[in-house]
């Protein structure tokens, strides 16, 4: 009669656990614990949850990082996506997609990791040098199409309204002429110094096309893939 309860209430709490840890990002095992201790007379550990989800194949793992995107701007990606449904690969050939991004001197912003022997830790084969202040980094502007690397151009000090429209005017779009078939399209992103008064008007004035782009879409980007 003791061998059937113990069965059932393992059973019980492997049944709970697993429900229970859908959605849940934190240390679900303590959460699920408590959970089921407040509603059920048997008591439960937080490493006896921790086996029935292994056993189950729910493991603990770093939650992934993605943006926090508005509902306005889902419809916004939403919409971009119909509006193009269409679009050929002849008409995705003619835009010229840009981009800004630091590179770092030395170092990574990214978490690495390492699989050492145990008491290795300050083995200086396990570890990760450092410097003070990051070591500094470098802005870069750069651009691609079907056509091939666009300019590739290094941003010295903090870029502005006035001098990215500069940028584009003396770099980007003298290369665009000879690189892009008639027609061609700009893609960039919202950053507001993009979307300036003094970079609209250039681009009324040099009769550039830019292509409309929903906010808080990198992915969307190819150039964000290389």
Do not use: C
Not at 90 to 98: I, K, R, S
């Amino acid at each position: 009669m003791q061998s059937n309860s113990i069965h059932i209430t393992k059973r019980k709490v492997f049944v709970a656990a697993v429900d229970l840890a859908e959605g849940k990002v934190s240390d679900i095992a303590v959460d699920i614990a408590a959970e089921f201790n407040a509603s059920n007379a048997t008591t439960v550990s937080r490493q006896t949850v921790g086996r029935r989800l292994n056993s189950a194949g729910i493991y603990g793992r770093r939650p992934a990082k993605k943006p926090l995107i508005t509902m306005k701007n889902r419809r916004a990606r939403v919409d971009f996506a119909r509006r193009y449904l269409k679009w050929t690969s002849a008409d995705w050939g003619n835009v010229l997609f840009t981009d800004e991004s630091k590179f770092n001197l030395f170092g990574s912003d990214g978490i690495r990791f390492a699989r050492r022997p145990r008491n290795e830790r300050y083995n200086p084969r396990y570890t990760r040098p450092t410097v003070k202040h990051g070591g500094g980094s470098v802005m870069v502007y750069g651009a691609i199409s079907m056509n091939g690397m666009g300019p590739f151009l290094k941003i010295s000090g903090v870029m502005t309204g006035k001098s990215y429209r500069d940028m584009i005017i003396n770099a980007v779009l003298p290369w665009a002429q000879e690189n892009t078939p008639p027609g061609w399209v700009l893609q960039q992103d919202n950053d507001p110094k993009h979307t300036s008064r003094a970079v609209k008007a250039a681009f009324q004035e040099q009769q550039v096309t830019v292509l409309e782009w929903p906010s808080q879409s990198p992915d969307l980007n190819p150039i964000e893939h290389i």
